[in-house]
């Protein structure tokens, strides 16, 4: 038997934006979290036997005995019959129950095997310990234990907390901490002195009589019994961790939860939202309690001194607070839960450093409340949500509130700075207040956290925590297998992006449910690496379309504005330390075969900015007209009226819109292109066919408009009608990319594919449900294609998906278990509650197949292994983009260098890695908008210094520095002013930007860039290039240590009158540029220096050196 230790940390209701949230407020956006830094990121699938969305109840059972159970379950299976419905007992109403039997075959759940092990065991919890995610661990109760009559909560058998309450303190589990007393303690009784948040048995009993949350005896004094120390607060645990005599502790830390979602009045309970609390100045955490980390460091404490240690532990711990806020769509409730369990992690982490065979694995089982983030002004507005595109006053658009600090419309929350130095506002958005199945992703970490399976269904948990504690591996559950990618025989290989736009696990949820059913496989479950996708800007923290692009396209952070050009209007210096060149250019540049493919319209940024830069995305003709002369080999989209001139009718019906009279399509052919505009053509190419260019569609291949809208113009979500009526029936871009890999594939040095499904985000930005699904589905397709061509054709080929933001924030919701199961039409429109106040309920519409207009047609999802899984709806946050619940995956060649949470600017490194190989990228540093001080080390480093006055340094190595704005100190290699003593340089290129800037290229060969600006440049030793470029510069070509080297000053016609000094006739030449020749220069004395002039330009003056020392040979052509 093993006697390694697991630690379970269950933050319930919590996805990536939650977490997104919390790190906003605590570390910035580029700072990370301790869940941030845990080892391995799985998407978790939570649905129950019955139902899609996991239940607290379910879903910890599910967690505790590794089976899929029914939502109702607290322990117990329901039994069925023959047709597999559910039995019901006649006489009571309810389902009849049977004994659940574990994965491991026991009657036992993975807590009460480890106690019956003689491991070391704790139960945490911030809300009552009967609460699902710590109570179904250690107890279990059935409809036969719900009293007769029950109604509300006490009518379920998770209700029943007094019975669940008892069974934990019979447990056995060495250290229980949590809320509750009200369950501990029979009606009338007094509460111990110790419990100072307790003031007397009549406020207890005013909190709750009912037989189901008040038992019969004292549990507190059966807990001293059976040799547990009870505490109270957060001073007595931390005493009673500190006495090494204690090895068994009952913590009870308030009332009912250490949590105020509900805050008791003479006049009865109040919702514990944001409003309330401040209005009753109300803690959204009881003050004494201590935090569900600090809980956990005293139970370790505990747990390590204890004999039974040696046979290892077993923790598990629930953060209630994050569900139980989140279901009231209380954002700041909800922020401190998160920074709770993230502390909890960090301790983890610590108990992880000293005890290195410990797993950590947390994991919510659902989505509570659908949260998202967007940036708002200083107050937090609302969020348009759900249009129907009609003028119809009885559906209009539904405005959803946003929170900010203390509420709907309130002060919005402001992030810890970013790296670039900036703070953002953000507010947040609600789907609605139920639990969703959402956007869950699991982490681990430590011992066997990279066994995980790639798609994590909920049974897993249980299988990672079970082989880890018992050295046992239990059987899967039989869903599709993953297939791996065959290992690479290169070090370098092909790069296909696909860039489903505006997509989260939520969005392709609703089309595993839907294609699949939830124990289905879409291809993007059967990718092998998953990570956390951080998608913020240089300004702002939602990724947008066009500056997501460039990131993704040069692998730094650009403004949310920026189609390549950065904030101060130059182009975007790559990752690689090239300015104004993408990694596709790059591909191009090195002899790959390239390709762009969309199924909106080719200048959509998501292909565009990849080849293109222009001042606003808007110029779209601009950008088709760039992608086109950029030597892509294959494009594949949208956008006929982009390529035709005012006047010239296309294929599709519409007129062009380009003014500058060029007709694209006919450059294109007469270029080399075999141009096509059908799927019928694109799938029967000419043979030997080597550039393509692929037209689809006047505009987008999709129409992005609700659904509602569409019917009424008689459209579907995809395609639309030529003049005859005829319909287009375009490619998919499954079918796009289907039919450029065998063209691109032929090219011996390899090739890269970038290829966007637009309308997962425009479908989406309208809240079109219906054409969300098609959309997804397509992207899900060309994921298929990709990895059938890695496995079938060549195994060095990297296929890497990523969205930049969260179109919409979708939500599946069903009403099971509370409420009657969803017919397959509903007659009246249908809205769920939202983000609730003190005075009011907003009501979000929901959608249906075509729309949210009654009668509404629901989705049916296709059936589990378990039998069918009924109707369901969909909600959605808003019309936003949010910075959402992002996940990028890999597969293939290089798939591991993915991290368990990726800043958007890593998927530029991944595929720059792969197609020039691992050691092909510098290092890299970028500054603020103020005066930064930015060092390099002794290897290749990139150094861009945007705005301000800065001091930059590159180290030892062969860099690349860029000034930017300001008056910038620039050396090329160490920070000194004096001599490097010997020390050998690198060959640095050094860009001065704006600004007045000294430049000194120390030791090497170096090319020195003064650009705007009177500039001061040194070469100092080594074989130099500077050029002063535009203002009065002065140009030195050694320092004054003496070092020597062949230099070359760049003069150029209208830059300004450079000064140079320690020119040496006999070894440095003049560089002359933009076709300058020596004939057209004049060379004459002005006292101890000579002018070099242009007519009456002065171009240079060059100091000690007389004129008639100059002949043809000291000029060179640069």
Do not use: C
């Amino acid at each position: 038997m093993a006697n390694n230790h697991v630690i379970f940390i269950h933050p319930d209701g919590a996805s990536p934006a939650h977490f997104t949230m919390a790190r906003l407020v605590k570390e910035g956006p580029d700072g990370r979290l301790n869940w941030d830094t845990l080892d391995e990121a799985r998407v978790y699938l939570g649905h129950m036997e019955d139902q899609l969305t996991g239940t607290s109840n379910g879903g910890a059972v599910t967690h505790a005995t590794g089976v899929k159970v029914y939502a109702e379950s607290f322990g117990f299976e329901v039994v069925r019959d023959e047709n597999g419905n559910p039995v019901v007992d006649e006489a009571t109403g309810r389902v009849v129950e049977e004994e659940l039997t574990a994965l491991s075959g026991t009657n036992q759940t993975i807590m009460q095997e480890a106690v019956a092990a003689n491991k070391a065991t704790a139960l945490i919890n911030s809300g009552a310990i009967a609460e699902p995610g710590s109570g179904a661990f250690a107890a279990k109760v059935g409809q036969a234990d719900v009293p007769a009559g029950a109604v509300g909560f006490g009518a379920f058998p998770r209700g029943q907390f007094a019975e669940i309450t008892r069974q934990v303190v019979e447990s056995g589990i060495d250290v229980i901490l949590g809320g509750g007393l009200i369950n501990y303690l029979p009606v009338g009784t007094k509460p111990p002195a110790e419990a100072v948040y307790a003031e007397s048995a009549q406020q207890l009993d005013a909190i709750s009589t009912d037989a189901n949350i008040r038992p019969d005896i004292n549990l507190i004094e059966l807990a001293e019994s059976l040799g547990y120390t009870v505490v109270y607060t957060e001073e007595q645990l931390k005493a009673a961790a500190a006495n090494p005599k204690i090895l068994k502790v009952l913590g009870i830390f308030a009332n009912e939860d250490t949590f105020n979602d509900n805050i008791p009045t003479p006049e009865g309970n109040l919702r514990g939202v944001e409003e309330n609390l401040l209005a009753t100045d109300t803690e959204p955490y009881v003050p004494t309690a201590p935090t569900v980390g600090e809980m956990l460091k005293a139970a370790q404490t505990i747990l390590e001194r204890n004999p039974k240690f040696e046979n290892g532990s077993f923790t598990v711990l629930e953060e209630e607070g994050t569900d139980n806020f989140g279901n009231i769509n209380n954002a700041s409730g909800t922020l401190e839960a998160l920074l709770r369990t993230d502390e909890a992690i960090g301790v983890a982490k610590e108990f992880y450093e000293r005890h290195p065979n410990t797993l950590i694995i947390t994991a919510a089982d659902s989505d509570a409340g659908g949260l998202q983030i967007d940036d708002t002004d200083a107050i937090v507005g609302t969020f348009r949500t759900n249009p129907t595109g009609l003028d119809l006053p009885e559906f209009p658009d539904f405005e959803n509130p946003g929170d900010g600090q203390n509420g709907v419309g309130t002060e919005a929350f402001v992030t810890q700075p970013s790296a670039s130095g900036n703070t953002y506002n953000f507010g947040a958005a609600w789907a609605a207040t139920p639990d969703f199945a959402g956007a869950i992703v699991s982490k681990a970490h430590g011992l066997n956290a990279d066994k995980l399976p790639v798609t994590l269904d909920n049974t897993d948990i249980y299988r990672a925590m079970y082989e880890t504690l018992f050295g046992v591996d239990l059987p899967d559950r039989e869903v599709p297998e993953f297939v791996p990618a065959p290992e690479a025989t290169k070090d370098t290989g092909n790069v296909i992006f696909i860039h489903p736009d505006g997509t989260s696990p939520s969005m392709y949820g609703f089309a595993r449910f839907a294609s699949q059913g939830p124990d289905g496989r879409l291809n993007y479950d059967q990718f092998s690496n998953s990570g956390v996708y951080l998608g913020h800007m240089r300004d702002q923290i939602v990724g947008t379309s066009n500056a997501g692009a460039v990131t993704h396209a040069t692998g730094v952070k650009a403004q949310a504005g920026s189609f390549g050009l950065d904030e101060f209007g130059d182009p975007v210096v790559s990752r690689s330390g090239k300015r104004g060149v993408t990694i596709l250019e790059e591909a191009i540049a090195a002899g790959k075969a390239t390709a762009v493919i969309n199924s909106g319209f080719i200048a959509e940024p998501g292909t565009g900015a990849f080849l293109a830069e222009v001042e606003n995305r808007s110029d779209v003709t601009e950008i088709t007209k760039q992608i086109l002369e950029s030597g892509v080999d294959i494009i594949l989209g949208g956008g006929e009226i982009h390529y035709l001139p005012v006047g010239t009718v296309g294929r599709f019906g519409q007129e062009g819109i380009r003014t500058d009279g060029r007709n694209l399509i006919e450059e294109a052919e007469a270029a080399g292109y075999t141009v096509v505009f059908s799927k019928e053509e694109l799938q029967n190419l000419p043979e030997g066919t080597t550039k393509l260019l692929g037209i689809f569609a006047a505009e987008d291949t999709y129409n992005d408009n609700p659904e509602e809208l569409n019917q009424s113009l008689g459209l579907d979500s995809y395609g639309q009608f030529l003049p005859d009526g005829t319909p287009t029936n375009p490619p998919t871009i499954s079918e796009m990319l289907a039919a450029a890999l065998p063209i691109l594939s032929a090219d011996p040095d390899g090739f890269m594919v970038v290829a966007e499904e637009e309308g997962t985000d425009n479908l989406a930005n309208n809240n079109n449900s219906r054409g969300v699904l098609e959309a997804t589905l397509r992207a899900d397709a060309a994921f298929g294609v990709a990895m059938d061509f890695i496995r079938e054709q060549d195994p060095n080929t990297l296929l890497i998906t990523a969205a930049d933001s969260e179109a919409g924030g979708i939500q599946v919701w069903q009403p099971t278990p509370f409420l009657p199961a969803l017919p397959e039409t509903v007659d009246l429109a249908l809205t769920l509650p939202t983000n609730p106040t003190d005075t009011e309920t907003f009501q979000n519409p929901v959608d249906g197949s075509e729309g949210r207009i009654p009668p509404l047609t629901t989705f049916q999802a296709q059936p589990s292994l378990d039998g069918e899984m009924g109707n369901f709806v969909t909600a959605w946050a808003g019309t936003n983009d949010f910075s959402g619940s992002i996940v990028a995956k890999t597969y293939g060649m290089n798939a591991d260098l993915l991290n368990s949470t990726v800043d958007n600017t890593e998927i530029y490194q991944i595929m720059y890695q792969t197609l020039f190989g691992l050691n092909s990228l510098p290092d890299y540093q970028d500054g603020t908008n103020e005066g930064d001080e930015l060092i390099g080390g002794d290897g290749r480093d990139v150094i861009v210094a945007f705005g301000g006055d800065d001091t930059v340094a590159g180290g030892l190595g062969d860099d690349i520095l860029y000034g930017g704005e300001g008056n910038d100190l620039l050396r090329g290699d160490l920070n000194l002013r004096a001599p490097q003593n010997n020390r050998r340089g690198g060959d640095d290129l050094i860009y001065g930007g704006t600004g007045n800037d000294r430049i000194s290229g120390k030791s090497g060969n170096d090319t020195l860039y003064g650009e705007a600006g009177d500039d001061i440049i040194w070469g100092d030793a080594g074989d130099d290039l500077l050029w002063g470029g535009l203002g009065n510069d002065t140009l030195i070509g050694n320092n004054f240590s003496g070092g020597s080297g062949n230099n070359t000053f760049v003069l150029a016609a209208g830059e300004g009158i450079d000064t140079i000094v320690d020119f040496h006739i006999e070894r440095d030449k003049i560089g002359l540029t933009n076709g300058l020749t020596f004939r057209d220069l004049a060379i004459g004395q002005s006292g101890s220096s000579s002018l070099i002039t242009l007519g009456e330009e002065i171009l240079a003056v060059v100091n000690g050196v007389n004129a008639n020392d100059f002949t043809a040979n000291t000029f060179v052509a640069v």
